[in-house]
């Protein structure tokens, strides 16, 4: 691993772009700048495709779905591609209807995709498997069964998989690493695994390795993990604290803290 993954980023100051779930996008802009990216979050289709063109990643999340979004999630993405830049989506609730499945067919048909980050049962329904799920939310089953669909979807769509749940799996479908961090608090707050997304971005913007991809991955897990032991069940102060640890987090906090294992 990258030993100064963090601070080679902040050195960077990578400018992301975020098409993001309109519910989370302060979020997820407040996460890419806390850990040393630069966001910009458009959303006009007239002018996504010039504004792209200074960006080093985009960021694509499907939670707010709507034609003018689905028409900038293409158009970002295709310039993203023209630029040799990652791109990182995430199908939020991709099995819930058929609009949402078909939009993220269409984008996954159209353009390149670095990663696909999701909960179990998203990354399954790309893939045709039926997964339990409790509205966006996955039931979480064995790992085996779930490495399996990771890697499943890794070949189908040639990019890299993160599955989250309480173990997180990453993977490019011959390589398999899992995360142990694990916060349950980060489910009170809504809309953590699109902050996750940001912070993916970020560091795939410098072309990270698998590796210093699922280090990438355990970064808010482990800021989770620290918050909750000084904010106990308070689920807004835990958010507040989560984001101020963040902002300073720096490579051998999380190196002191990361829980990685891998399996193949």
Not at 132 to 148: F, L, Q
Request: hydrophobic content about 40%.
């Amino acid at each position: 691993m990258n030993n100064n993954l963090i601070k080679n980023v902040r050195d960077k100051n990578p400018i992301v772009l975020s098409i993001a779930n309109t519910i989370t996008s302060q979020h997820v802009a407040d996460a890419i700048n806390f850990i040393g990216g630069s966001p910009m979050m458009p959303n006009d289709p007239e002018e996504i495709t010039e504004i792209t063109k200074v960006a080093n990643a985009v960021c694509l999340n499907l939670g707010s779905t709507n034609p003018d979004m689905q028409l900038c999630s293409l158009l970002a993405a295709k310039q993203a591609n023209s630029d040799h830049n990652p791109v990182v989506f995430d199908p939020v609730a991709v099995g819930a209807t058929k609009v949402r499945y078909d939009r993220s067919m269409e984008l996954l048909q159209q353009v390149k995709v670095d990663i696909i980050r999701g909960n179990t049962s998203e990354i399954a329904a790309l893939t045709g498997v039926t997964w339990e799920s409790h509205g966006i939310d996955a039931v979480d089953g064995n790992d085996s069964d779930r490495i399996k669909i990771a890697q499943a979807a890794a070949k189908q769509f040639n990019c890299r998989i993160m599955i989250s749940g309480p173990t997180d799996i990453i993977t490019d479908g011959q390589k398999v690493f899992e995360v142990k961090n694990d916060e349950p608090m980060l489910k009170t707050n809504v809309g953590m695994g699109d902050v996750l997304d940001g912070i993916l971005a970020v560091f795939a913007s410098q072309k990270c390795s698998l590796e210093d991809l699922t280090y990438a991955s355990a970064i808010l897990p482990v800021v989770a993990e620290l918050a909750a032991k000084e904010t106990g069940n308070q689920a807004a102060t835990f958010m507040n604290k989560t984001f101020d640890i963040l902002g300073t987090l720096d490579d051998k906090t999380l190196q002191d803290n990361i829980k990685t294992v891998k399996v193949k």
